[in-house]
């Protein structure tokens, strides 16, 4: 009886680890229109990722949108507890058109994130990616890996402000996050 048990257990935990979650969210499309629905998280299938985006509406619809196609700004959900916003970067050439996430939600500034993970030589690393938007939609990209020019972008961005420009030759890489909160946190 114990056997058949944890037999019927680890079956229907198998079923739902493979089941598909939807949450609450939004889609602001390049129309400017804001469409309420259902964003698939998780599942078997295709799921809501850095280049996609799976939808579905509350009428039971699911419609798959693509980074590539631009068809979406921004999207959002709320997930146990926490606050999920994402915006369409397209970073250049070298990087795929796609979503990053609000980390810092500014009126001066608004800071993204994508984390990208690369395996050099059997050696993996994640390192972040930000997008940085000015309120008039301006933006710059920032790649944190060793060859990164994001010390270059920043100053594109901050153009504007000399003491946040003297301050940015005195941070690293690792400091962006704190950086653009104190810049929005200032007067």
Request: proline share 2%.
């Amino acid at each position: 009886m114990k056997a058949f048990f944890f037999l019927f257990l680890f079956t229907c935990s198998s079923v739902l680890a493979k089941a598909d979650v939807f949450v609450s969210g939004f889609l602001i499309l390049s129309s400017g229109d804001t469409v309420l629905c259902q964003i698939k998280i998780a599942g078997k299938k295709k799921v809501t990722s850095y280049t996609v985006i799976v939808a579905q509406s509350y009428a039971g619809e699911e419609r798959i949108y693509k980074a590539k196609d631009k068809e979406v700004l921004q999207y959002g959900f709320q997930y146990m507890g926490q606050n999920y916003v994402y915006r369409l970067v397209e970073p250049g050439k070298n990087y795929e058109t796609g979503f990053f996430r609000l980390i810092d939600n500014g009126k001066k500034y608004k800071l993204y994130v994508h984390y990208l993970t690369d395996v050099i030589n059997g050696v993996t690393s994640t390192l972040p990616h930000y997008a940085i938007f000015k309120p008039n939609g301006e933006y710059v990209d920032l790649t944190t890996h060793v060859l990164g020019n994001w010390k270059k972008n920043l100053r594109t961005i901050l153009s504007d402000k000399p003491e946040a420009l003297q301050e940015l030759e005195t941070i690293n890489r690792k400091e962006i996050e704190a950086f653009v909160k104190k810049l929005n946190q200032a007067e």
